[in-house]
């Protein structure tokens, strides 16, 4: 089991680019939720606009070899304290994608 406090990094470049494109799935899928519900669910679009803008901009800097890493929290992650839990069912893979960001690979000591 995890603890709450070590939020684990991507540990290659492939993992992270992995880790956002899930990301950007649950974003599709928390979207088509909110098009379905959108009585209760509609405070959620601004989040959703907002996640799914960011995680494709860093795909696409990855892609275009402008990615830098440690620029500071995404421009999510203040956006997402204002929304519990239940809306985000995903909020740990978003923090894993931020904290890679923040601090880089998580490589593995050479022994």
Known sequence: MLSSNKIVRAHTTEEYV???????DEV????????FDEEFM??????VDELEGCLKAVYESMKDGSYEFATGDL???ALM????QEMVPFRYLLKRINETHNKGLELKDAE
């Open 75 to 77: 421009p999510y992650v």
């Open 18 to 24: 992995d880790m956002i494109k899930q990301a950007l």
């Open 42 to 47: 509609s405070e959620g679009r601004a989040l």
């Open 81 to 84: 304290k204002n929304y519990h």
């Open 28 to 35: 599709f899928d928390l979207r088509q939720a909110i098009e």
